[in-house]
């Protein structure tokens, strides 16, 4: 048995048991006749220690042991003298009677801490040590969660999660296909699918009324602040339903998933028709939060001035608070803003 306990399982009710744990060597302090390690696993971080005095050989051991070197120890719980608010496990440590080498490690490129040394490049290169950081470890505990529970409620609305094929026929869509040789049929090739609208359809027409799969999508495209060459949807089809229908079980879904994962209870969702959301906020998914709404500016026509006079749409945003307070350069700054690829405006827009 390499662990009778993980290591952010023990509490202070657990004082005076023997337990056995296996993890990877977080950091190590010496301090004359002590030596303490922090253990950590997936599950958090429990503080060993050594005494030399009891057992100097072992704890002369323990000082080898580098960073992420991996370990197992047994030993007794021990209430702590110095206890650490910040850790679930911090009014305990495990008074270690024997330890075991599993693995010994380099020194880590970069420090396996949740504020790390690391740049992105070299952390992508080594993404294995990458993940063990919390906060990485953390976003891919709750994408699971997200998937657990949104299976859980499509489940028990009636729909059935099917597999849709990854090496389909090309189908001309919006991007272009990534394209697998096929080994069998030499000069034929398969697209890896851009979505699974093809067989989803498919599934509709079989009678299959209900379907979702939480899958990967492929786009041969080139990178953008929100474009990637693969990355992953929760898709869904319905058959016999109406626009509600289809609006009460995906508004439902979003209450389920910030419930069930974040404890939040959301409020009921605003409605808003495609032609409010242009005239207002010249988005179909405007950000409600931003509480800056486009203005009808069609009183100034007739000023003369070409540029308003042949404008087929007319609409701006009030500054409240800053109509006489903008310096020239300040109104420069917000023209070249506006200009950007991501805006697109033609920069005699601010004024």
């Excluded at 409620?153 to 991007?175: N, Q």
């Excluded at 979505?195 to 939480?214: E, H, N, R, W």
Aim: charged share 30%; aromatic share 8%; hydrophobic share 35%.
């Amino acid at each position: 048995m390499y662990r009778s306990h993980h290591c952010g399982e023990l509490r202070i009710e657990h004082v005076g048991n023997q337990v056995t744990l296996s993890g990877w060597v977080q950091a190590a302090r010496n301090l004359g006749g002590l030596t303490f390690i922090d253990l950590r696993d997936r599950y958090g971080i429990t503080q060993l220690s050594f005494n030399m005095e009891s057992k100097p050989d072992l704890c002369m051991e323990a000082r080898k042991c580098g960073r992420e070197y991996v370990i197992q120890v047994s030993g007794q719980v021990k209430e702590r003298s110095s206890k650490n608010a910040n850790r679930p496990t911090g009014d305990i440590e495990i008074e270690v009677s024997e330890m075991k080498l599993l693995n010994s490690s380099l020194v880590p490129p970069f420090t396996i801490e949740d504020e790390t040394d690391g740049g992105d490049e070299l952390r992508m290169k080594y993404r294995y040590l990458d993940i063990r950081r919390q906060p990485v470890r953390d976003k891919l505990i709750f994408r699971h969660q997200i998937a657990l529970e949104t299976r859980k409620y499509l489940s028990d609305l009636g729909f059935l999660e099917i597999e849709t094929p990854y090496l389909i026929k090309s189908t001309p869509e919006g991007a272009r296909d990534f394209v697998v040789p096929s080994r069998m049929n030499p000069g034929q090739w398969y697209a890896l699918p851009q979505s699974p609208q093809t067989f989803k359809q498919i599934l509709m027409v079989a009678g299959m009324d209900k379907y979702f799969q939480i899958v990967r999508c492929f786009r041969d495209e080139d990178l953008r602040a929100d474009r990637q060459p693969e990355f992953t949807q929760i898709d869904c089809e319905m058959a016999f339903v109406e626009r509600e229908d289809v609006l009460a079980a995906f508004e439902g879904l979003m209450k389920a998933l910030f419930k069930n994962t974040l404890q939040l209870d959301l409020p009921e969702f605003p409605r808003m028709s495609y032609h409010e959301a242009m005239e207002t906020y010249g988005s179909d998914k405007p950000d409600l939060r931003i509480d800056m709404k486009f203005q009808s500016l069609e009183g100034l026509r007739g000023s003369g001035f070409s540029v308003i006079d042949s404008a087929p749409f007319m609409r701006g945003i009030i500054l409240k608070g800053l109509e006489d307070k903008l310096s020239n350069k300040e109104i420069n700054d917000l023209t070249e803003w506006v200009k950007r690829p991501q805006i697109g405006a033609k920069g005699n827009d601010v004024h």
